[in-house]
């Protein structure tokens, strides 16, 4: 496996110049950040990465995590890194500063986790959970769980989980069924939960789970589901630890890939119930519950961006590298390296548009969400959140899923080498598969906005965002060259295709949810294939801005991505015709044959 070297360049480009963080910078809360800011950060971030977090990740996977009893043993190396990562302050880089937090937008801290995913993304997943459980105490926890929790989750200290699968209930959380009986002022909750990150490790001396559960007098189905925060370690009054909870590690899973990530069962009060208090109203726990999934959605999908970059360094690594073969038309040439090669330059150009037309979309999202939060307009607020919920499962499904195609992509460009594990190719093919699984599948995230983000609101934040898409196919008729001239025609194109799909699915859906839901996954692929190449173009047009401008110094960087959205343009966007008949005509087939003619 080849060192990571985190792209500091192209994210500074992206935070500029698409993700507007001058205009992020404006907002209430965010003065601080200043280009200088920006910079240390990223840099030292960096850093980080590459020299602590990135040397654990193949030897992580090839130890993974060692259950003894109760105790969860971590990865060598990893428990020392987490100390260094607290001790840096990474864990409260975009938390509320009332509770020890440095108040930073989200647009920066994504940047930051992209690095951290793409160092080592078992590592990351741990921040992550917390920063999720952060959230949601953060804006339902009462006072006294505010202030019990928050200064230590937040400084890193101790970390979160969300407890919500079942052995019985999956993506159905109706079927959930763990219980939580009162008892005096908190609850004891009796229950067993599966795949839960970092449900036990050895990183810090305390876990604060939040669990959904029954209470006795709740109705059925989703709508009887409460929230309860459940410590590992009870906690005094004055903040000290107290007795061990009723809350153990019975089993970890054997994994694909994530080996470091110790993903585990646990058991709720086998030996009398585990202590938990109610965060928020009874019965409205999966309300509250979505606000860590929305967040950790948003996060999965920044997962698939990382993976991407990775996994893009690793094979054009190698193909620089890998000396085989003459180049094709040169007469007794010599052998050169397999990146001389048309087809192995093909590879390495899908991989590296598609992770920065990825990563492009996540972050101008992530500022989206730093508008809906900040600004100071109701009605502008109200915006941007209606394109974030629109925007999640998209950056959710189709960078995940990309994430797959470009590494499997850099298993390819290693060839035989990439099948052998020592090379470290296949390592990111087998992390990348479960983005595309945790926090709802691609096709959860795919019904989720064809049902709920566009059939619902009638297609509203939809065509917002196709008009976003148009402005930037109008820039591109001032643009002069062949380059913008294909991106123009591709994106117009593809453009038109997509708002023919949302019209479809409007007009669909209340009468036909079933043909609609059967190109779900294809309307989700177009909707990030789309987006994707709505940023391509933009960062094809900065850089032209930039060049025009006479910014000689990075004018490589420049021309590199407007070529790069050129081969977007012709390579991705030209799919955009096939994925709207999928979603539009695909039913006809889906739907055919009864269940018994699946059988062989």
Request: hydrophobic letters at 45%; glycine letters at 10%; aromatic letters at 6%.
């Amino acid at each position: 496996m080849t060192d990571y070297a985190a792209p500091v360049r192209d994210m500074r480009f992206v935070l500029a110049e698409l993700a507007c963080l001058d205009q992020i910078a404006a907002l209430p809360g965010c003065e601080a950040v200043t280009p200088d800011l920006v910079d240390a950060i990223l840099e030292e971030a960096a850093r980080f990465a590459g020299e602590v977090l990135a040397p654990l990740n193949q030897p992580g996977d090839s130890v993974g995590n060692v259950r003894e009893g109760d105790v969860v043993r971590t990865a060598p190396g990893f428990r020392d890194a987490y100390a260094q990562f607290v001790a840096g302050g990474w864990n409260a880089l975009g938390c509320d500063p009332d509770y020890g937090g440095q108040g930073l937008p989200m647009v920066l801290s994504t940047a930051v986790k992209e690095m951290w995913n793409a160092a080592n993304m078992a590592f990351a997943l741990c921040p992550l959970l917390t920063t999720g459980a952060i959230e949601a105490l953060a804006l339902v926890g009462t006072d006294a769980q505010k202030a019990q929790y928050l200064p230590k989750m937040i400084e890193g200290s101790w970390t979160g989980t969300m407890n919500l699968t079942e052995p019985q209930a999956g993506s159905d959380l109706a079927a959930v069924r763990t219980r939580a009986e009162p008892e005096g002022a908190h609850y004891r909750i009796r229950g067993q939960k599966i795949f839960i990150t970092y449900g036990e490790h050895d990183f810090t001396d305390n876990i604060i789970h939040l669990v959904l559960a029954r209470l006795p007098d709740a109705p059925e189905g989703v709508k009887g589901i409460s929230l309860f925060v459940v410590p590992k370690f009870l906690v005094n009054p004055d903040g000290s630890l107290g007795a061990r909870n009723d809350v153990h590690c019975v089993s970890l899973e054997h994994k694909l890939g994530i080996h470091a990530s110790p993903t585990a069962t646990l058991a709720f009060g086998d030996s009398g119930g585990a202590i938990g208090t109610l965060v928020g109203a009874p019965n409205r726990g999966l309300e509250y519950m979505f606000i860590m999934m929305n967040r950790a959605r948003f996060d999965i999908g920044l997962q698939g961006v990382a993976i991407s970059d990775r996994a893009y360094q690793q094979a054009l690594d190698y193909a620089r590298t890998r000396v085989q073969g003459s180049e094709a038309g040169v007469r007794g040439g010599g052998r050169v390296p397999i990146i001389r090669h048309p087809d192995v330059r093909r590879m390495l150009l899908r991989m590296k548009s598609q992770a920065e037309a990825s990563r492009a979309l996540a972050y101008t999202v992530a500022s989206w969400f730093d508008i809906a939060e900040r600004h100071p307009d109701a009605a502008e607020r109200a915006r941007h959140q209606a394109l974030v919920d629109l925007m999640i499962p998209v950056v959710k499904g189709w960078s995940t899923d990309s994430a797959i195609e470009v590494a499997a992509t850099g298993v390819q460009v290693h060839g035989g080498t990439g099948f052998i594990e020592d090379t470290g190719a296949a390592q990111f093919l087998r992390d990348a598969q479960i983005t595309t699984i945790y926090e709802g599948t691609t096709g959860i995230q795919a019904n989720d906005l064809v049902g709920r983000k566009i059939a619902r609101d009638q297609g509203q934040a939809a065509r917002a965002a196709l008009g976003l898409m148009s402005m930037t196919v109008a820039a591109l008729d001032a643009a002069e060259g062949e380059d913008f001239a294909v991106l123009r025609a591709a994106l117009h194109a593809a453009l038109a295709r997509l708002e023919a799909v949302v019209d479809w699915i409007v007009a669909t859906y209340p009468g036909n949810p079933q043909a609609v839901l059967a190109g779900a996954v294809p309307a989700l692929k177009l909707f990030g294939t789309v987006a994707g190449g709505w940023q391509s173009a933009r960062a094809a047009l900065a850089a032209q801005s930039r060049l025009a401008a006479g910014d000689n110094e990075d004018a490589g960087f420049y021309r590199a991505k407007i070529n790069t959205a050129r081969f977007y343009a012709d390579h991705v966007l030209i799919q955009a015709g096939g994925l709207a008949h999928a979603a539009m005509a695909g039913a006809a087939g889906v739907l055919a044959l009864g269940d018994a003619a699946f059988a062989a």
